[in-house]
């Protein structure tokens, strides 16, 4: 398969899944891992950046 058609079949599959996502039940650490999250954002001790910050941090 060529590039193009590897990256068709692949928004194919992503499109057939997105439609039946009722499916599939998210995991337990997952609504773990988003409570903790909202906690954290709640408490005021969450730090927020912007794009631009995130790739300067990474470009150095």
Sequence with gaps: MT???RLE???NLWDSL???S???ASPKWHED???SRR???DSGNAKFYT???IKSHFSR
Aim: charged share 35%.
């Design 3 to 5: 590039t193009t058609e």
């Design 9 to 11: 079949t692949m928004e």
């Design 18 to 20: 997105s439609r039946s």
């Design 22 to 24: 009722d499916e599939v």
């Design 33 to 35: 891992v988003l409570t």
């Design 39 to 41: 906690k954290h954002i």
């Design 51 to 53: 794009l631009d910050q």
